[in-house]
């Protein structure tokens, strides 16, 4: 057997030294190093043997396996290189550069917008995308028979008749559950901005889809006013979309907060004059705030009294959309390279 192991490596070396290119090489491996090769065949016979003979036998063996091993390596090296040398290839040209990947616009924005409340003194935090009715709805002062609680406006993950009343897991629709989550944890005074997707059941279109982002910030302080809230909204309108901004306050309802608004910048397009994307109105949309209900303060142990403060939200989609003049939401989801690059 010792002779055989001696005849094999002969031969084995003879033939790797002959081979003329990788697939020859790869056939001379398989001859003696594949699962039916000649050295895996002498592998297997150890088990037939005695004690005194795999004594010999095992060691030259397994270094006849190692060597043969280190020679197809060192062979293949040679090959490529020789294979390079013939094809002319000069390396010290400059290589094929890797294309480098950029911030997604979306959350270019929420970075953007997270720079000026920071600035302003506020923290981020985050808070979870599954979440209870409870956070979701009844912290919020938004009762059972309002429509946003029902099946057609909010993915509800547990069937109602296996769960108690308001304790429903859902997809929060909102951001403003973060309000709650740091209120419960926390005592005023407090300077908070929470992002994240949030999903709706809504029919997919140029400005609606199911998933979407959104932007909750609050502030809670002794003697928070209204004008507090205008001045906050006022700076980050003036910093997000250039100082000439104007804003504009409309009287509106969110149950979460009293009183409320609906807040227009003027038209970043047409400034104020009136255009297509405006309506010809010279006003544009962009986010709801008001001071926070007294009745979300009961909720978290906060005294009504002591305490007040304001909470605003906005769509990252609207804010990006109305910046870089995109006029479909969908842009955003569909991984289109040639649309992702212009950012």
């Known amino acids: 057997m010792e002779d055989k192991i001696k005849n ?3 031969e084995m070396l003879k033939e790797v030294e002959s081979a003329k290119n990788r697939d020859g090489l790869e056939q001379v491996r398989i001859k003696y190093l ?20 795999k004594r010999k036998v095992g060691p030259l063996a397994n270094s006849l396996k190692i060597n043969a091993t280190a020679v197809f390596q060192e062979k293949a090296r040679r090959l490529e290189k020789e294979k390079t040398k013939e094809e002319g290839i000069d390396f010290t040209l400059p290589g094929a550069r890797p294309e480098i990947g950029r911030i997604h616009p979306l959350i270019k924005t929420i970075n953007e917008i997270n720079e000026i409340f920071i600035g302003l003194g506020f923290r981020i935090v985050e808070s979870p995308e599954i979440e209870t009715e409870f956070y979701n709805f009844k912290a919020l002062n938004i009762p059972l028979d309002h429509p946003s609680r029902d099946v057609f406006d909010t ?50 279109d140029a400005s609606h889809s199911f998933m979407f982002h959104q932007m909750e910030g609050f502030m ?3 003697n928070i006013r209204f004008s507090d809230l205008k001045g906050v909204l006022t700076q980050f309108s003036r910093e997000m979309f250039g100082p000439e901004t104007k804003m504009r306050f409309r009287p509106h309802f969110f149950p ?16 104020g004059k009136g255009c297509r994307v405006c309506g010809n109105k010279g006003w544009l949309e962009i986010l709801g705030a008001g001071m926070i209900n007294p009745k979300v303060y009961e909720t978290v142990g906060y005294d009504p009294k002591a305490w007040s403060g304001f909470a605003f939200g906005m769509g990252i989609e609207r804010i990006t959309m109305l910046k870089y003049g995109i006029d479909d939401i969908r842009l955003f989801f569909e991984n289109d390279l040639r649309f992702l690059r212009q950012f």
């Open 256 to 271: 979460f907060t009293e009183p409320s608004v609906e807040i227009d910048i003027s038209c970043i397009i047409c400034g």
């Open 220 to 222: 809670i302080n002794k």
């Open 8 to 10: 094999i490596e002969n």
């Open 155 to 204: 993915f509800y993950l547990d069937s109602p008749e296996k769960t108690r009343p308001g304790s429903r897991r859902l997809l929060r629709s909102h951001t403003s559950t973060a309000q709650i989550r740091i209120m419960e944890k926390e005592k005023p005074p407090l300077q908070v901005l929470s992002s994240g997707r949030v999903f709706r059941p809504d029919a997919v």
């Open 34 to 53: 594949g699962r039916k090769g000649l050295i895996s065949e002498i592998l297997s016979s150890l088990g037939g043997m005695s004690v005194e003979e």
